[in-house]
């Protein structure tokens, strides 16, 4: 190697390589960047060197600068040489590598022409995928090519990327897509021909192939000497260290950093180095531990904080550096005693690594740089670079030399492989060989009980490609280069066509090497780019097939290589070798990592085989089961006796986490050959195999009744294992063969080569097989016992049982969770596989009968009860016997009924469609279901074809649709499938038998209407003939005398102790074996056995028994069998019966037989159950008052409170008649009850501003032409900015803008000051103490008295205040004192209900009453708005809304007291509009219903009839609105224009009368030059359009008036009776006019009778309005006349997310980072403007304070389908469902998670919108939050800032599902303590890659678990660690609660805050 001529050569002329070797190796030789400084200084450098790096790369790269130009074509370049550009690289001028962003973020951009996408994913943007076109869900999309056009109707579903998710577009992969997708990126054509021809230039591919050759063997040259960050090094070269430093050998210890430090032909032979000390991350201390620690080093950087951080980002980071390593040594050491990982680093190697990490950044930056011609080149040129085979390190000096000299036993040790044990290269500078290994032929008969024998292999041949070579070093790269490293190379390589299968084939060759890296050589495992490699690579057809494929071995080196380290950690147990807890001290966590990495890699590869023959080839099988079979039965228990446990046992964890992963292995393995079928003989040679394994254990067997072997173990004693996944596997396998063969397989097992041996015979009939067996009896297999077998399943089922009934309660709780996590969980479905290994052992073991029930009643610990040797209630079991025997009977029902794996279908399609069927029914029976749920409960296996399952859902039920705001439609079971369902299959297993057995008789009962009590439940049987051969005499265990007599005992057992606790189990198994024996012989059979015991006795016995003792239900079973018995052998039986009780007795029986009485008595449940709810209602009592009362009479509003409703017909609000009233008047005290009291009454009321008061857009002629027709969305796919809305968010601070809401509910006054008080509420801001919604006032209310009967229009000269006070009961001068009292602390809690009036001099009690008035004409103004989205509203909008009706009588009521009793208020002074116009000089109108104000104000205060004033206000504005009209006429030719439209748009308005004519014509003739050029026609066009306006714009006001009427009415009259009349006219009814009466006759109409005109048109041209403006107009304004509702929202939620650039937003917040391309924004309702998400998540308050209406507002949030309601004040949200339902009826996130299109459902949105225009959204919030809210009152938010984690937030649940809490079992084990269930675990447990629900996710929480318990503290992500990890486990897990011993009082129970309580803790 002879390099020394480079240094002779002139720079400048060299050849560009040489150039840049010379450049790379030599960087510590330029000058800005020797010698050591400062961190300030270090940081300066750094950037210096970052320029350094990438200008001379791109400069070399580009064609020695040529091509610049072409690639950063707006970049200035002033230089002329790359020694020049090298000079001035400190300066930013010539940063010509810098792009502006508007370039980086061009739509042009992204284009990929040629190539796969590969675009990694930035946090906040979505990925894509769909469900039709995506070969798996890993397939996606990026924004940029995602395109809508190609998923029309298809199932899209989105994810979020954020900072956990990785992965790479997919766009352009023809392996990931089903179908040809169009990128969208392509779509989008280049209209810049400049740029054009820009892009076409053509790169030097040569000079950018040679740059990445260079800077790669440089790099690779540097790290290859780079050992000392290695952990296999670090210890040694510190302890080296350390030992100099302490014999104080400076110059040793010189000389050995010298020696190890990077070295290349520049390195100054001889010139002392300085040195630095390097600190590395870790991930097993926290961040005060390694503050503390790096305090300890005393870093030269005072901000310890900044350098701690700088390690945690950057994954190292430089303590100190010195030119003196002395003064570096204690430092050195000091950090690593405290735990850190640190380096003494050269500074010339220090600046070589830096420049390395610069090299990496750069090519991250090249394929950034938005030039698809570019971008091919260089990642072709990349890809060829990382895979050629090569020599890049042929030049390169390794550390062997310096390892040789100074550690020498490193390499001489034992181990084979020293190299790669040390992670290094080996001598030749390549990669050493790993250790493969190999199954030889001699291995692949039999399944070893420890390790199958296999043999290594030498001499692999690796590509040696600077791709290994980089993935071998992966551990020696600190965390950000390791990630920038990765980020360059895997989506490069992954989405490339040519490369991808490469990079596959050169990661396979060394997955030995890097698994092995992961385990024991790796600082930070988890980093590893293996896992990354793995989802890019083998998720991928291709790819897999490769590694499956051929003569290479991949996949068993792969298995094999992952066994390695698995069999680290095993221990032989009874002769097999298991895995055993990891229990080397292992801070890295690296075993966990790597055994998870090793098994989701199998997994993975598994379920991408399209060949299931390949997973049964004899070495793969071995392979993959030998992984699995160290997981067989690993988990051992022992049960405890004494004390009772005080720390739980967690080493469950571990076991239950892998195990679980080795069942998903075995389902995938399982998948495959179900789905893709397999050749039969390999099929029968896996069992063989298994066989091999399973079957030849050595145990120990016992005697019994001297003639029976059967196994000798107890399960209560001995260590017992209860997962067994290679069971569970061997029962999957026999189950896809026909049963003869499968025991045929097995009984040869040693001589399967023996070609002449006897066939079994086909039809296994008793007798056929006993004699088979007899006559082959010395050629079967000798040891064959299946119960070697099967006897493992029955330790499992006995041991649930047990700890089930709490025999091992003295183990804690985590075994009660451990098993039923076992049993009861779908997926796993290993009980039913117990269960068949069972039902085989009867089948197998048919020679001897007894010995197998023997065995059985042995391990159930019955054997010797059974034997008479002890007595019932004498066992083991003590007083948990009958429990035990509940299971024990349950269990032998399974065995003969459960027959699904023996079912004979004629397709694998029907075997799938039986099974889901069977699943829906046993799930939906018990109560409807929402989709989401129930697919939830339903296994994943049966639900992945979408298809299969809802065709069987909609065989099976009925859909019901939702009804309210927040509920999702449900799924109901038909019902004449209630009789299919048997309450003692397994399917059935998570419910108790009796309730099952009610639940279904009810539904029968409603079928066939008969008595529910003499319903008979069936057993459901498979009938032999749908069965397999080898299974139809299944039941004929059952029909053996040793069996009949269990039976027998039993029945025994309950009579004589009278206990019934099994009894119906019992009967219904008995009912079961006479129904077997029916099908398999005949109908008139009856099995023999059952006789010859007196069973039908016991029957009678029972039948007889006393009322008390058993149920009906039993007896009436009893009775049924009974007879069937009868029927059958009617002498045998009464022959026994007679002999058994007499003559007498029998004959009775038969007589009453004749006369069936029905004995109502209930069952022992419904009497316990009864016992309990009577105890309930005790508890219940003090709540019950006036809640309950209060709860019946709001039914219908306030049913979404009431979570406990078992109901689930019920919806939540109930969206048609939310409005129903509460009857009556009712004048009780909501809090002391006392209706006598003479206290002052108050009612909470909600005073705020609204933003439903609009200015009109007067020339717009939409407004006023477009007919008001209900609710209405315009889903023409864009939100119009709303022109309007600024007025209503800037005019909505003003006082005179409030309106009042109310619940109506009555509160003493007294008593109100007192809740206050004592719930530490103010009176400004409390809730309803009996509704709880949102109040921030009262209103003073008084009872009315009858007063007249109808009511004059034209109520006399007085105000009608005075003239309304008479209907007021009159009040004594005291109680007037009173009152004023009373008024003035009311109003001076509101600052009079306006803070100017009450800063003004205005302010009195009486002017009060005028404020009041401005607001009481606003609510009426909203209540007239809000009826507008009625449909025939101007008919119908006096109806109903009696709650709205009632707060508006209040609200008068209050003003004509204070009225009554302070007096007139001085309307004359209009003191209001003066106060608002000093307040708001320059602005517009305070509001925009001043008109309407205007009526009111006089209506009530002046002494004017009402006509008349009604009548003076509408003429008035009338003349005002012409003037206006024609005084802002239309230029001719703008007119002609909008008549055009309107013609077309709308039906022409009608010319107008004549008298308005001529009004008109004069103020036309005042106005002369506007109408220029105006013709004749077009004259008359503009009246008619003028007074079209005109119609609608006084309209509101009209409808108002009468609003008002009806409130007078009201007030005089009593309210239930009365009918609205004036003038003896019935309003209501007089208003719904003939069929169809235009708007000009409805004005008509409504002005006849308010004014006394007979039409509107005498109004105007009445002449009572003087010249000049009246008093008070001045202010008077034109409002909105249009619907006003929320915008208008798209028709598909999936729009927004698709198709952003469809739906044109207003951006709040342009800045924010990648705006554009982000999807985690939300949509204000009111505003239409688009809001990202702020980092401190407060954009939604942000937004209502700064740019809406700022007191509350609704948001949709697309990516969740949600909407969040927000109030301001107290800061408080809650999420509901947005109004999209999915074609299942659901709504919200479960909605979308499927990918299923959700449509807009105009009733939710429509009701959405009434609460918003009624100001109801702050009072549904309290409502919703309940509780919740008093804490947002009290601390005014501050909590809710704290807990704005998404996770944890407020969602409304559903009220009609989710209520798994059905108190079956009151105050029982607590089942009802998650009522948060609508928070789906899915959404807890996303995972990496997005995908909810795998057994990644499943690591994903026991690790989260883990780690708390390893570390006691908080892991910071996932705050709430027992839930998700609770629900993990399902219902049982739950018990855990440590809420558990409650009373039955439901925490959540909506009323229970009782006042009189005593305070709760605060
Ligand atoms: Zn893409
Ligand atoms: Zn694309
Ligand atoms: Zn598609
Ligand atoms: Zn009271
Ligand atoms: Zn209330
Ligand atoms: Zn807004």
Same mark, same amino acid.
């Given at each position: ?14 050849h ?17 960047f ?15 060197l ?8 791109? =400069? ?26 090298l000079?001035?690289?400190s300066?930013?001028?010539?940063? +010509? ?12 951009s ?14 906040g ?5 769909c ?7 890993t ?7 995602f ?8 199932h899209?579903y ?7 998710t990785?992965g ?6 023809e ?13 989008i054509?280049n ?9 076409e230039?053509?790169?030097n591919?040569?000079?950018? *192939? ?7 063997? /440089?790099f ?25 430093t ?7 210890v ?7 430090k ?18 590395y991350?870790d991930?097993?201390?926290n ?6 620690a790096?305090? %300890? ?6 901000? *310890?904080?900044?350098?701690? @951080? ?33 380096t ?7 600046v ?30 990349l ?8 020599d890049a ?25 020293p ?10 500078n ?19 009980n420890?390790?199958?024998?296999t ?14 070579l980089?993935?071998?070093?992966d551990?020696r790269?600190w ?45 930070? &495992?988890?980093?590893?780019a ?9 998720t ?7 590694? +499956? ?7 068993i ?7 390695d ?6 221990k032989?147990?009874?002769g ?13 966590k ?8 090793g098994?989701?890699t199998i997994e ?19 392979s993959?089961?030998?992984l699995?079979?160290?997981?067989n039965g690993a988990?051992?228990?022992?049960r ?11 080493h469950?964890?571990? /076991?239950l986490?892998y ?10 393995m ?38 029976h ?7 209560a ?9 290679i ?5 999957f ?10 025991y ?12 002449q041996?006897p ?5 296994l ?10 006559e082959?009896?010395?050629?079967? @297999? ?21 700890i089930?009934?709490g ?12 098993t039923s996590?076992?049993?009861?969980n779908?997926?796993?479905?290993? !009980? ?9 052992a009867?089948l197998? $073991? ?15 610990m ?13 066992? $083991? !079991?003590?007083d ?5 025997i ?16 023996f079912?004979?279908?004629e ?13 829906i029914?046993?799930?939906? =029976? ?21 298809t299969?399952f809802?065709?069987?859902l ?28 048997? &309450?003692l ?5 998570g419910?108790e038998?009796?309730?099952?057995a ?6 029968l009962?409603?079928e066939k ?6 319903i ?19 039941g ?16 025994q057992?309950c ?12 009967l219904?198994?008995?009912h079961?074996?006479?129904k ?8 008139? @059979?009856? &099995? ?7 069973i039908?006795?016991l ?7 006393k ?21 059958k052998?009617?002498e ?9 009780f ?17 004995n109502? $008595?209930?069952s ?22 006036? %809640? ?11 049913k979404?409170r009431?979570?406990e409703d078992v109901?689930d ?5 109930n ?6 009233i ?17 206290d ?23 407004e ?15 939100v119009?900015?709303?022109e ?10 003003k006082?005179?803008r ?14 109100f ?10 009176s ?7 509704c %709880? ?23 006399g000269?007085?105000?009608?205040c005075?003239?309304?006070?008479n ?12 009152l004023?009292?009373t ?5 001076t809690?509101?600052?009079?209900f ?9 302010r009195?009690?009486a ?12 609510t ?18 006096l ?7 009632k707060?508006?009588?209040n609200l008068?009521? #209050? ?8 007096g ?18 320059n602005?517009g109108?305070?509001c925009?219903?001043e ?10 205060f ?5 006509s008349?004033c ?6 008035v ?8 009209y024609v005084?802002?006429?239309?230029s ?10 309107v ?6 308005? &009608? ?19 506007n109408?220029e ?5 077009n004259?008359?066009h #503009? ?11 006084i ?11 009806k409130t ?6 009593? !309210? ?27 004005i008509?109409?409504m ?7 007979d039409?509107?048109?005498e ?7 003087a010249?000049?403006?009246?008093v008070? !107009? ?6 909105y ?6 915008i ?33 924004f939300?949509i204000?309702?009111?505003c239409?403007?688009?809001?990202h998400?702020?980092?401190?998540r407060?954009e939604?308050?942000k ?20 909407i ?5 004040q107290?800061?408080s ?18 909605a979308?998670?499927?990918?299923d ?12 919108n ?9 009072g549904y ?6 509780d919740?809210f008093?804490?947002?009152i ?17 969602r409304v ?8 809490s ?8 607590g ?28 690591? %994903? ?6 780690n ?7 892991v ?14 399902g219902?049982q897990?739950r018990?855990?609660?440590p809420n558990?011993?409650?009373d039955?009082?439901?925490p959540?129970?909506?009323?229970h ?10």
């Amino acid at each position: 190697m002879d390099l020394n001529f480079i240094n002779n050569v002139g720079t400048e002329q060299l050849h560009p390589p040489l150039k840049l070797f010379n450049t790379l190796r030599s960087v510590h030789n330029v000058k800005s960047f020797m010698g050591v400084r400062g961190p300030t200084e270090r940081i300066e450098m750094d950037h210096a060197l970052k320029r350094y790096i990438f200008k001379l790369l791109y =400069y070399i790269a580009l064609d020695n600068g040529k091509d610049i130009k072409f690639l950063f074509p707006d970049s200035n370049i002033d230089f002329n040489s790359l020694d020049e550009l090298l000079d001035k690289s400190s300066s930013e001028e010539t940063d +010509f590598y810098r792009m502006k962003s508007s370039q980086m973020n061009n739509k042009h951009s992204f284009k990929h022409s040629g190539r796969n996408c590969g675009r990694k994913f930035k946090v906040g943007e979505p990925l894509y995928r769909c469900q039709e076109c995506g070969f798996d869900d890993t397939c996606v999309l990026c924004i940029h090519c995602f395109n809508p056009k190609d998923h029309e109707n298809h199932h899209i579903y989105t994810d979020m990327c954020n900072d956990f998710t990785t992965g790479i577009c997919d766009c352009g992969d023809e392996e990931a897509w089903n179908s040809e997708l169009h990128c969208k990126a392509d779509e989008i054509t280049n209209d810049n021909d400049s740029k054009e021809s820009i892009e076409e230039h053509q790169f030097n591919e040569e000079s950018i *192939t040679m740059v990445l050759t260079e800077a790669l063997n /440089y790099f690779l040259d540097l790290f290859n000497q780079n050992i000392e960050s290695l952990p296999t090094f670090t210890k040694d070269i510190t302890m080296t260290l350390r030992q100099l430093t302490q014999e104080k050998k400076i110059t040793e210890v010189k000389s050995f950093l010298e020696d190890f430090k990077y070295k290349n032909i520049f390195a100054d032979e001889g010139s002392q180095d300085q040195f630095t000390v390097m600190i590395y991350n870790d991930e097993y201390h926290n961040y005060s531990q390694a503050t503390t620690a790096l305090r %300890q080093g005393s870093p030269d950087n005072v901000h *310890t904080d900044i350098l701690t @951080s700088k390690i945690d980002s950057e994954g190292r980071a430089m303590l100190k550096c010195s030119d003196d390593v002395e003064t570096l040594m204690a430092g050195f050491f000091a950090v690593q005693t405290n735990g850190l990982c640190a380096t003494l680093t050269s500074w010339s190697e220090f600046v070589h690594q830096e420049t390395c990490k610069y090299i990496i950044q750069w090519m991250g930056h090249c394929l950034t740089i938005p030039n698809s011609n570019f971008q091919s080149i260089f990642r072709d040129a990349l890809g060829k670079v990382l895979t050629t085979p090569g020599d890049a390190l042929t030049h390169s000096d390794g550390p062997l030399q310096n390892i040789h000299q100074y550690f020498p036993n490193k390499l001489s040790g034992t181990t084979t492989h020293p190299h790669l044990d040390l992670s290094i290269l080996n001598e030749f500078n390549r990669i050493p060989q790993g250790y493969h290994q190999t199954l030889p032929e001699s291995s692949l008969h039999s399944i070893s009980n420890t390790l199958n024998q296999t043999i290594p292999v030498e001499e692999k041949e690796y590509a040696n490609s600077r791709l290994q070579l980089l993935l071998y070093f992966d551990n020696r790269f600190w965390k950000k280069l390791r990630k920038d490293i990765q980020n360059v190379i895997i989506p490069t390589l992954a989405s490339s066509i040519i490369y991808k299968p490469i990079f596959c084939g050169q990661v396979v060759q060394i997955f030995n090497h890097i698994t092995r890296s992961i385990a024991y050589m790796d600082r930070e &495992p988890q980093l590893t780019a293996l896992r990354e490699c793995v989802v890019q690579l083998f998720t991928c057809p291709t790819n897999a097939k490769m590694i +499956f494929g051929g003569e290479n071995g991949y996949f068993i080196d792969i298995v094999w290589s992952i066994i390695d380290i698995f069999v680290e950690f095993t221990k032989i147990d009874n002769g097999t070798l298991v895995w055993q807890r990891v229990q080397k001290s292992n801070p890295t966590k690296s075993y966990g990592i790597s055994l998870k990495q090793g098994l989701y890699t199998i997994e993975t590869l598994i379920s991408k085989v399209d060949d299931a023959n390949i997973l049964l080839r004899p070495a793969e099988f071995i392979s993959v089961v030998t992984l699995c079979k160290l997981f067989n039965g690993a988990w051992k228990i022992v049960r405890k006796e004494g004390e009772h446990v005080l720390h739980e046992d967690q080493h469950f964890i571990p /076991y239950l986490e892998y195990t679980t992963s080795i069942y998903s292995i075995i389902q995938t393995m399982v998948n495959a050959v179900v789905n893709e079928g397999c050749d039969r003989q390999l099929l029968l040679n896996a069992i063989r195999l298994i066989n091999s394994f399973l079957g030849y254990k050595s145990l120990t067997y016992k005697l019994v009744h001297n003639s029976h072997e059967i196994i000798k173990f107890s399960v209560a004693v001995d260590r017992v294992a209860y997962m067994n996944p290679i069971h569970t596997l061997f029962s999957f396998l026999i189950e896809n063969v026909p049963l003869v063969e499968a025991y045929e397989t097995i009984i040869y097992q040693d001589s399967n080569s023996a070609p002449q041996l006897p066939v079994v015979p086909d039809s296994l009939t008793f007798n056929a097989m006993l004699q088979f067996k007899e006559e082959y009896e010395d050629k079967l @297999s000798q040891s064959f016992d299946f119960l070697k077998i099967s006897d493992f399943s029955l330790r499992s089922v006995v041991l649930c049982s047990q700890i089930d009934v709490g025999f091992w309660v003295r183990n804690g709780m985590s075994v009660l969770h451990q098993t039923s996590y076992y049993k009861n969980n779908p997926e796993l479905n290993t !009980y039913s596989r117990d269960i068949h290994l069972n039902q085989l052992a009867f089948l197998w $073991e048919v020679d001897d009968t007894p010995r197998v029930i023997y065995n059985l009643l042995d391990r159930w610990m019955l054997l010797e009860w059974f034997d008479g040797k002890v007595e019932f209630k004498d066992t $083991e !079991y003590k007083d948990k016997i009958s429990l035990i025997i509940q299971h024990f009977v349950a269990f032998i029902y399974q065995i003969l009924t459960e027959r699904q794996f023996f079912q004979t279908f004629e397709s694998a399609n029907c075997k799938k469609m039986s099974q889901i069927k069977n699943a829906i029914m046993y799930n939906l =029976y018990t109560k409807p279901l929402s989709y989401s749920k129930l697919l939830r409960l339903v296994p994943d296996y049966l639900t992945e074809n979408s298809t299969l399952f809802d065709l069987a859902l909609n065989e099976v039920s009925i859909f019901r649709e939702p009804k309210g705001l927040a509920d999702n439609g449900v799924f109901k079971l038909k019902e004449i499938y209630y009789s299919k369902i048997d &309450p003692l299959r397994v399917s059935n297993l998570g419910n108790e038998f009796e309730s099952s057995a009610s639940i279904i008789k009810k539904h029968l009962d409603k079928e066939k209407g008969g008595e529910e009590s003499k319903i008979i439940l069936q057993p459901q049987l498979v009938p032999p003939k749908n069965m397999d051969d080898g299974a139809k005499l299944l039941g004929s265990f059952t029909r053996h005398p040793v069996f009949a007599k269990i039976i027998y005992k039993l029945l025994q057992v309950c009579l004589d102790s009278e206990d019934g606790i099994f009894l119906n189990e019992l009967l219904h198994l008995v009912h079961g074996i006479f129904k077997d024996d029916e099908q398999v012989n005949g109908k008139s @059979s009856f &099995p023999d056995a059952y006789l010859s015991k007196p069973i039908c006795n016991l029957l009678l016995s029972i039948v007889n028994s006393k009322t008390d003792v058993f149920s009906e239900n039993i007896r009436t079973k009893a009775d049924y069998l009974l007879k069937r018995m009868i029927t059958k052998r009617q002498e045998e039986v009464f022959d026994s019966l007679v002999a058994g009780f007499g003559d007498d007795y029998v004959q009775q029986y038969k007589n009453r037989k004749l006369s069936e009485g029905v004995n109502l $008595e209930e069952s022992e449940r419904e009497r316990k159950k009864r016992l309990a709810k009577k105890h309930q209602e005790r508890l219940m009592a003090k709540f019950n008052n006036q %809640q309950n009362k209060f709860m019946k009479e709001n039914e219908d509003e306030f049913k979404e409170r009431d979570k406990e409703d078992v109901v689930d017909e019920e919806g939540d609000i109930n969206m048609t008649d939310s409005d129903k009233i509460v009857e009556g008047e009712d004048f009780t005290c909501s809090l002391c009850q006392d209706e006598s009291s003479t206290d002052m009454y108050v009612i909470p009321a909600y005073h705020d501003h609204t933003p439903i008061f609009r200015k009109s857009r007067f020339g717009d002629v939409d407004e006023y032409l477009k007919e008001w027709n209900g609710f209405d969305n315009d889903d023409s796919g864009f939100v119009k900015e709303l022109e309007d809305i600024s007025d209503a968010v800037s005019n909505g601070t003003k006082p005179t803008r409030k309106v009042f809401v109310s619940c109506n509910h009555h509160i003493h006054y007294n008593c109100f000051k007192r809740y206050i008080q004592k719930k530490r509420f103010s009176s400004t801001a409390f809730i309803c103490p009996l509704c %709880q919604t949102f109040s921030n006032s009262v209103l003073v209310v008084h009872p009315t008295v009858k007063y007249q009967n109808g009511m004059d229009i034209s109520i006399g000269g007085n105000p009608a205040c005075s003239a309304l006070g008479n209907s007021l009961a009159t009040l004594n001068e005291q109680e007037k004192t009173n009152l004023l009292t009373t008024f003035d602390a009311v109003l001076t809690d509101t600052q009079y209900f306006d803070k100017q009036f009450h800063k003004s001099k205005y302010r009195s009690i009486a002017n009060a009453a005028e404020i009041l008035a401005v607001n009481f004409a606003n609510t009426i103004s909203m209540l007239e708005i809000a009826s507008r989205l009625d449909k025939d509203t101007n008919n119908t909008f006096l109806v109903g809304k009696e709650q709205r009706f009632k707060t508006l009588k209040n609200l008068l009521i #209050f003003i004509i007291q204070i009225y009554k009793t302070a007096g007139a208020p001085e309307v004359e002074l209009d003191w209001v509009s003066k106060l608002h116009r000093d307040e708001f000089k320059n602005e517009g109108p305070a509001c925009r219903n001043e008109l309407f104000q205007i009526i009111v104000r006089s209506c009530l205060f002046k002494d004017q009839s009402l006509s008349s004033c009604i009548e003076e206000v509408l003429t008035v504005y009338s003349q005002l609105f012409f003037e206006d009209y024609v005084g802002c006429a239309l230029s001719n030719r703008e007119f002609n224009e909008t008549w055009n439209y309107v013609t077309k748009t709308y039906e022409a308005p &009608p010319a107008v009368s004549e008298k308005v004519s001529v009004y008109m014509d004069k103020l036309i003739v005042k106005n002369k030059i506007n109408f220029e050029g105006y013709s004749e026609v077009n004259l008359e066009h #503009f009246k008619a359009l003028a007074y079209a306006s005109f119609l609608k714009q006084i309209l509101p006001t009209l409808r108002r008036c009468f609003i008002l009427l009806k409130t007078f009415q009201l007030v005089t009259s009593e !309210y239930e009776d009365s009918q609205f009349i004036i003038d003896s006219i019935n309003v209501e009814t007089s208003l719904i006019p003939e069929a169809s009466s235009s708007l000009k006759e409805t004005i008509d109409r409504m002005t006849s009778i308010l004014a006394k005109c007979d039409n509107i048109d005498e109004l105007i041209i009445n002449e009572i309005a003087a010249d000049q403006l009246p008093v008070g !107009y001045e202010q008077v304004s034109d409002e909105y006349c249009g619907v006003v509702k929320l915008i208008n929202l798209s028709k598909y939620l999936n729009t927004y997310v698709t198709d952003t650039n469809a739906i044109r937003l207003t951006e709040e917040n342009r800045r924010s980072r990648n705006s554009s391309n982000r999807l985690d924004f939300k949509i204000c309702l009111t505003c239409g403007a688009k809001i990202h998400s702020r980092t401190d998540r407060h954009e939604i308050s942000k937004h209502l304070s700064q740019n809406c209406f700022k007191p509350f507002g609704a948001f949709l949030i697309p990516n969740s389908s949600e909407i969040c309601l927000q109030l301001s004040q107290p800061p408080s949200s809650i999420f509901i469902s947005a109004p999209y339902l999915n074609s299942h009826g659901e709504a919200g996130r479960n909605a979308m998670k499927r990918g299923d299109l959700t449509t807009l459902n105009l009733t939710r949105y429509e009701h959405l919108n009434k609460l918003w225009i009624n100001n109801d959204i702050p009072g549904y919030i309290s409502r919703v939050m309940g509780d919740e809210f008093r804490v947002s009152i009290l601390s005014n938010g501050f909590l809710f800032a704290l807990n704005r984690d998404p996770a944890t937030r407020r969602r409304v649940p559903p009220t009609n599902e989710g209520d798994d809490s059905e108190e079956e079992e009151f105050g029982g084990n607590g089942d009802d303590f998650f009522t948060d269930e609508d928070i789906d675990e899915e959404d807890r447990f996303r995972n990496m890659n997005g995908q909810p629900g795998d057994v990644r996710d499943f690591f %994903q929480i026991f690790q989260t678990v883990r780690n708390a318990m390893d570390n006691g503290e908080n892991v910071g992500e996932d705050v709430d660690l027992t839930t998700p990890f609770l629900q993990l486990f399902g219902q049982q897990f739950r018990g855990a609660n440590p809420n558990n011993d409650n009373d039955g009082i439901d925490p959540d129970e909506p009323f229970h805050d009782d006042t009189d309580d005593e305070e709760t803790a605060w």
